[in-house]
Antibody, heavy 124, light 108 residues
Framework: EVQLVESGGGLVQPGRSLRLSCAASGFTFDDHGMHWVRQAPGKGLEWVSSISWNSRTIAYADSVKGRFSISRDNGKNSLSLQMDSLRPEDTAVYYC?????????????????WGQGTLVTVSS | EIVLTQSPATLSLSPGESATLSCRASQSVSSYLAWYQQKPGQAPRLLIYDASKRVTGIPARFSGSGSGTEFTLTISSLEPEDFAVYYCQQWNNWPPGVTFGPGTKVDI
């Protein structure tokens, strides 16, 4: 069974940093690209960042570019999101999600499995 | 950046009725489009990928169509569990990026 479990959320002051993690199990982690998606309270889904299976292709939404950094450790089946210079508008539930494509491809696709999310609240 | 527009914002229907949800892209996305269902307090669930391919385990009453800039998700006969918010999503590979539509709420 595919499982994605996010952790690391919490309350943080504006300007500070937070690191989110996503533990993956039930599938061959390095066969898939991975993504972060967020959802502000009562709002829609917003794509945050993507990373290919081999970390060679990385992309960010304009709203987080230069402040957030995505990474993965295929040996530990884990995905991370380093969030610096946090702003109140970064407050959201952050989901990690698996790319539907598998194998040695840099191409993005739809997101076929999602974690339950971790809440990040940026407030003084 | 490709912008996705979904209509209507809210669709009020009764169980047994058919639902037609629209997603329009600001420029062609070929068939690189997916549909998700999200219920309150839950993560999104992938229903349709590549515009018209149904995910294994998704009931046949869900179907997707379209290509280019105009896409449709049809729910042929609404079940009580289908009342939720539906999002479309597109992706492009160069430069790599992803966009979600604002969502359509299907309520009773």
């Amino acid at each position: 069974e595919v499982q994605l479990v996010e952790s690391g959320g919490g309350l943080v002051q504006p300007g500070r940093s937070l690191r989110l993690s996503c533990a993956a199990s039930g599938f061959t982690f390095d066969d898939h690209g991975m993504h972060w998606v967020r959802q502000a309270p009562g709002k829609g889904l917003e794509w945050v960042s993507s990373i290919s299976w081999n970390s060679r292709t990385i992309a960010y939404a304009d709203s987080v570019k230069g402040r957030f950094s995505i990474s993965r450790d295929n040996g530990k089946n884990s995905l991370s999101l380093q969030m610096d210079s946090l702003r109140p508008e970064d407050t959201a539930v952050y989901y990690c999600a698996r790319d539907h494509n598998y194998g040695a491809t840099e191409r993005l696709s739809s997101f076929d499995f999602w974690g339950q999310g971790t809440l990040v609240t940026v407030s003084s | 950046e490709i912008v996705l527009t979904q209509s209507p914002a809210t669709l009020s229907l009764s169980p047994g009725e058919s639902a037609t949800l629209s997603c329009r892209a600001s420029q062609s996305v070929s068939s690189y489009l997916a549909w998700y269902q999200q219920k309150p307090g839950q993560a999104p669930r992938l229903l349709i990928y590549d515009a018209s391919k149904r995910v294994t385990g998704i009931p046949a009453r869900f179907s997707g169509s379209g290509s280019g800039t105009e896409f449709t998700l049809t729910i042929s006969s609404l079940e009580p569990e289908d009342f939720a918010v539906y999002y479309c999503q597109q992706w492009n590979n160069w430069p790599p990026g992803v966009t979600f539509g604002p969502g359509t709420k299907v309520d009773i």
